[in-house]
């Protein structure tokens, strides 16, 4: 009941949002009243294809419920950067007025006023061209170097490779995450980590799609902890799927890894919102490390969300790899995230902590990603200096 009045106040904004894009838009298009009708067609046809294509995962009829997916999720993408640009563009309109008023005749607020209107979906459209390019191509390698003070020679290069947030579903699948497995393979690392969000749907629904990731080889094994969307497919089939397919799934718990004469601790914890839906898999960095040898100096904590890592900094861990933000994955989300994470991206230190936050494999919802480009992460252990 919760979850269907939250869609119906979703889609009540979503209607008001576009009935502004409409108002502000189509009356000042430098176009005829045919192409005007179709503007204000389409705004109509997106008010349905939008929440049509977030539903469209609980269509059991294939390839139709995936088909009604892409059109949806696209029509969201491209909306997303119409309703920023619009609101731009009003900020723009706002600073000119200001302008003429204050020196009337300087301006042609006219000419801006057609001029706007038409490039704003112009460029609606190209963001989303270049945002489905960059999210459908496979995931860049990106190289990290975490400098350690005092580590051990043997773990001089020491490298891990992080894959996070794949969301297979929808409009991810086999194809998409083949071509991830062999790019992580042909990294040839030490160990590989799964860092949650793998899949956006059920076991039955996807099976197919994750067997690829049964291919993932590592001299010590891949590693893998939940997200939050493993939670809402049903994480408890999931972790038995995963391991069915090989990975070593860390539910609050470690392994000690030796490597040439030297130890690491490898630890995961559950998603930081777990407890939330089984309060069995509540998320505990502490109980995650508990009885690993203190002589150990490298502990590293694979954990879904940045958020984690306060409590992991206090129980000791040396470096946690993230995911969860996608980095934003498309303006303006990126500012969004920063209000419930304390990471968006990238490296950052935390009470002597290191922290890594992914931007993520894949992609979630519209196949877009702009200023956030996915990644595939090499994240090697090199000597450092004293803090």
Known sequence: MRRSSFLVRLILIGILLHIYVGFRLIPDMPVGMTVRTLAGLWLVLSV???????????????????????????????????LVLTFARDLVLASL???DAIWPGTIALARWRTGTAAAVPLLAILSTLVGLFNARRRARVVTIDVPIEDLPAALDGFTIVQISDIHVGPTIKRRYVDAIVDAVNHLKPDLIAVTGDVVDGTVPQLTHHTQPLSRLSARHGAFLVTGNHEYYAGANAWIDEFRRLGLNVLLNEHVIVEHDG?????????????????????????????????????KVLLAHQPRSAEAAAAAGFTLQLSGHTHGGQFFPWNFFVRIQQPFTAGLARLNGLWVYTS?????????????????????????????
């Open 48 to 82: 349905l294809l939008i929440p049509l294509g977030m539903l469209a995962r609980t269509i059991k009829q294939q390839p139709l419920g995936d088909r009604l997916a892409w059109v949806g999720l696209l029509a969201m993408g491209f909306f997303s950067s119409l």
């Open 97 to 99: 007025m200001t302008v």
């Open 262 to 298: 030297a130890r690491a601790v490898i630890a995961g914890v559950t998603d930081y919102s777990a407890g939330h839906h089984d309060p069995l898999h509540r998320s505990d960095p502490m109980a995650a490390i508990a009885g690993a040898p203190g002589d150990v100096l490298i």
């Open 359 to 387: 931007r993520g494999t894949g992609y979630w919802g519209p196949p877009k990603r702009l200023g956030a480009p996915s990644e595939i992460t090499r994240v090697r252990l090199v000597p450092g200096e004293p803090d």
